[in-house]
């Protein structure tokens, strides 16, 4: 249950900053998003209702975690950082004013 | 064989690797060559090997069927492979006419994103599919901004967002097929939609494939950002990210899925109204690849919609449909990039009269336009007649009379491209309506040297290839059929997998 109302947080946070201005919002909102896909995939391998894994000197084979989803999870945290790290540097190179979330967007003045 | 499947995303992405740290331009522009002409070569020997139907399929570092990621090639994604590696080859030698190598990281990056192409087509495994439309995307947001226009980044912006939000859908899909159905191995899930929690999670992963192949309704990125970068990188995409996208769709619903009424109505209609909005939407484009990326919209309306009709005999409509457009659509945008490097504009308005000093470029436009129109004797003729001919045994007839329509459509907005860039009399200078900001070509491409010639050379071998498959289509559509068939009934695909 925790879980699920987790995932749900963070996806609404996400969609929220994603629809904001700012580069940084963007970025964050993308950071929010990717984890809670992280969480959903912890869930897919039945989290509620299985032990930790690897844990204790009674180890249950059947009872303890799914480790499949744990590795999924592992290479979308590395992908989410690697295009985390790209997204920031844009934001470097695009300077101050594609943060600067009060002053209108640009985008709106130009020509079509 | 099936051991060095895997070699065809590790070579890219050695090769990807020594062309950063090896010094010296020669180097860069052999690897950028040798590797996409080798995995060609390993392709047709794949081709060769899968058109009776045998599937090549590996387990990848040896682990156990089931628990290992699996490399599967059968007529498909063997021809996929060896069209993409083609057009790799094509976009690249345009690429390096047009000066874009000058910039030490586009050979790295292409490559790159070469390999998670090729992967996409091989991998037998939904993950593995997501972290290969991953390899492959990430350096094209670099390619796409690369120019610096403050319209390339613009774009850069907006393809970031969609694609990093389908992205996370995929893995939010994959992970919810994972949760449902115990499995993410494409053998193992044959026919798995049939319980309805995995069709849920199933139907995550198709909008998320379908944002990536620019389906209606999310085909809205596709024309806002191909056209704001440079002419090679949107002719390199062209070819290879939304056929990603299109190739794992027609994978998913036929392993996965069997087509109900309902679910053949829906895709239907989708792919109808893809048709429709794409050629609307090209009549009324200003610049040339606008028009082209609009076209991609509609045409990928006509190589879908034969996934629901009449089963192998729709799918080889598909896979027909599938190759002909990729090889034409990066014709076109070779064809024309090679104006807008020469006449550094990409506006419609401010051309005119081309065809009298690129005469070889006029005519492989023409040749290519005529085969995306579909007449005879180019391939579009026999592509369009495949999939008419599956539309009537299904006996839908508004396949039938949609495609026929958008046809002429597409002649229209073909001809006002036309006579509008290449035979048509050129602008009054002083007119000019370009904003010096649009025009995002390095330098007008390379003025001397055996480079120059070659920028003409990729577009017009590609229409060529167009010419001779209608002029000689059997062993194309042998082929599609084959493939068709194995789409049809993935039991061979699904026991190659899982055998140990």
């Known amino acids: ?112 | 064989m099936t051991a060095a499947l895997p070699l065809v995303v590790g070579g890219p992405l050695l090769a990807a690797v020594l062309a950063v740290l090896v010094p010296g331009a020669m180097v860069r522009r052999v690897l950028a060559l040798a590797v996409p002409a080798a995995v060609g070569a390993g392709g047709v020997a794949l081709v060769a090997a899968t058109r009776d139907g045998d599937v090549v399929a590996t387990q990848v570092a040896g682990w156990l069927p089931g628990v290992a990621i699996a490399f599967a090639a059968d007529t498909l994604s063997a021809l996929m492979l060896v069209v993409s590696a083609l057009l790799v080859l094509a976009a690249t030698v345009f690429a390096v006419a047009a000066g874009e190598d000058d910039d030490p990281w586009f050979v790295p990056l292409v490559l790159m994103l070469s390999a998670g192409v090729y992967g996409a087509y091989l991998t037998a495994d939904l993950f593995n599919l997501f972290v290969m439309i991953e390899i492959a995307l990430l350096p094209s947001y670099v390619l796409l901004s690369r120019t610096g226009t403050p319209q390339a980044i613009r774009a850069g912006r907006l393809y970031l967002a969609v694609n990093l939000t389908a992205s996370t859908i995929l893995l939010a899909g994959v992970g919810l097929v994972y949760a449902t159905a115990g499995t993410v191995n494409l053998a193992e899930l044959a026919g798995a939609a049939a319980a309805t929690p995995v069709a849920v999670a199933t139907g995550v992963v198709v909008v998320a494939l379908s944002v990536k192949a620019a389906l209606v309704p999310v085909h809205g990125w596709l024309p806002a950002t191909y056209p704001a970068t440079s002419p090679a990188v949107t002719a390199l995409f062209s070819g290879l990210l939304t056929k990603i996208g299109v190739y794992g769709l027609v994978r998913v619903l036929t392993v996965m899925v069997e087509p109900t009424a309902g679910l053949r109505l829906a895709v239907v209609a989708v792919m109808l109204a893809t048709m429709v909005i794409g050629v609307l939407g090209a009549l009324g484009e200003p610049t040339m690849r606008g028009v082209l990326a609009f076209h991609m919209v509609s045409q990928v309306g006509y190589i879908l919609v034969g996934v629901v009709l009449a089963g192998a005999v729709g799918l080889s409509a598909v896979v027909f449909y599938l190759v002909h457009h990729t090889v034409v659509k990066t014709s076109l945008f070779l064809s024309v990039g090679v104006v807008e490097v020469r006449r550094r504009t990409g506006r419609i308005a401010d051309l005119g009269g081309v065809a009298t000093q690129h005469r070889w470029v006029a005519l492989a436009f023409l040749l290519a336009a005529m085969s995306l129109v579909g007449l005879p004797p180019l391939s579009g003729f026999w592509a369009k007649l495949g999939v008419l001919r599956a539309g009537l045994l299904d006996g839908q007839v508004a396949v039938v009379v949609v495609a026929l329509v958008v046809s002429v459509g597409t002649l229209m907005s073909m001809l006002k491209l036309g006579v509008g860039v290449f035979w048509g009399s050129p602008p009054p200078s002083g007119q000019a309506t370009t904003d010096p900001a649009d025009a995002p070509q390095p330098g007008g491409g390379r003025q001397a040297g055996p480079w120059s010639a070659a920028l003409v050379l990729p577009g017009g071998v590609l229409a060529l290839a167009s010419l001779a498959v209608g002029l000689a289509p059997d062993w194309l559509l042998a082929l599609s059929d084959a493939a068709g068939a194995a789409l049809a009934d993935p039991s061979a695909y699904v026991e190659a997998v899982l055998r140990p």
Do not use: K
Not at chain 1, 17 to 28: D, E, K, N, Y
Not at chain 1, 56 to 84: C, R, S
């Open chain 1, 1 to 112: 249950m925790t879980l699920a109302i987790a995932v749900g947080v963070l996806v609404a946070a996400g969609v929220f900053l994603l629809t904001r201005r700012g580069l940084l919002r963007l970025v964050l909102g993308f950071v929010l998003l990717g984890h809670a896909v992280n969480l959903v995939l912890l869930a897919a391998g039945g989290a509620s209702r299985r032990d930790p894994a690897l844990i204790g000197p009674e180890l249950d084979l059947q009872a303890a975690a799914d480790p499949l989803p744990q590795a999924f999870v592992l290479t979308a945290i590395v992908i989410t950082f690697g295009v985390t790290v790209y997204l920031l540097g844009l934001i470097a190179r695009s300077g101050p004013e594609s943060t600067d979330a009060s002053r209108p967007d640009a985008s709106r003045d130009e020509q079509p």
